[in-house]
């Protein structure tokens, strides 16, 4: 059975760095998704994205977060300058219809 | 505000007994709501979903869930816990926003079933 990746499963990075989380959806997803987890606290929604562009947006994703899908396949999500607070898990997710979501194994963002 | 509550922070039971983990939410007009497991180590993975029909829900590996639209609840149940149920599972509400669908997930819900 098909599934979400993501790549890298573990990123460490030095703050103030870009870094970019890869994601590949299953082939038939159309809505595109990015969450976050902070150890020990909740999901959080960061942006959906669909049709090649941003449907919404949290107050979390600012200035410093973008997303793209450059080749059809890849849905990255790029943050420019990175801040400690950034530690997290990053979760890809797609669907097929925006009512359902498949999410991949996460990557681990370490800020130093 | 749109929001998501799961009451119990930490769950341990004993094997083969019985669990019902609560889900409330806060949120206007039709939704979709959502169970999520996440396994030690896992990803999410979703256990079951209600959109419309039937609210008692059936979903994967003997959980069910009953959405009972005045009380806004959807709790999880599953009649008998193995220790391989231990995860942490998320309720989520998927409703129609702004112009768009938007997740919101409860804080979750850490279980430890005890061999």
């Known amino acids: 059975e098909p599934e979400v990746t993501q790549t890298p499963s573990h990123q460490v990075t030095q703050m103030g760095q870009e870094v970019i989380l890869r994601c590949v959806p299953i082939?038939?997803?159309?809505?595109f998704y990015w969450y976050r987890q902070i150890l020990g606290q909740k999901v959080e929604f960061l942006v959906s994205?669909?049709?090649?562009?941003?449907?919404?947006k949290s107050e979390i994703f600012d200035d410093q977060f973008s997303v793209e899908r450059p080749d059809g396949s890849n849905f990255t999500l790029k943050i420019r300058s990175t801040k400690l607070e950034d530690s997290a898990m990053y979760f890809c997710a797609g669907g097929a219809d925006d009512n359902e979501q498949f999410f991949g194994p996460g990557t681990r963002l370490t800020v130093l | 505000a749109q929001s998501v509550s799961q009451h119990n922070h930490h769950v341990i039971l004993s094997e083969a007994a019985s669990l019902e983990l609560g889900c409330n939410y806060s949120?206007?007009?039709?939704?979709?709501l959502f169970w999520y497991v996440q396994y030690p180590g896992q990803h999410l993975q979703l256990l079951l979903k209600?959109?419309?029909?039937?609210?008692l829900v059936k979903g994967i590996k003997g959980f069910e869930a009953e959405f009972i639209k005045s009380k806004f609840s959807f709790n999880l149940r599953k009649p008998s816990v193995q220790w391989s149920d231990t995860a942490e599972y998320f309720c989520?509400?998927?409703?129609?926003?702004?112009?768009?669908?938007?997740?919101?997930f409860g804080t979750g819900t850490r279980l430890k079933v005890l061999a």
């Open positions: 994205f669909y049709n090649n562009e941003i449907s919404e």
């Open positions: 949120y206007g007009g039709t939704v979709n």
């Open positions: 989520a509400v998927n409703g129609f926003s702004s112009g768009t669908y938007k997740y919101i």
């Open positions: 209600y959109f419309s029909g039937d609210p």
């Open positions: 082939s038939n997803h159309l809505y």
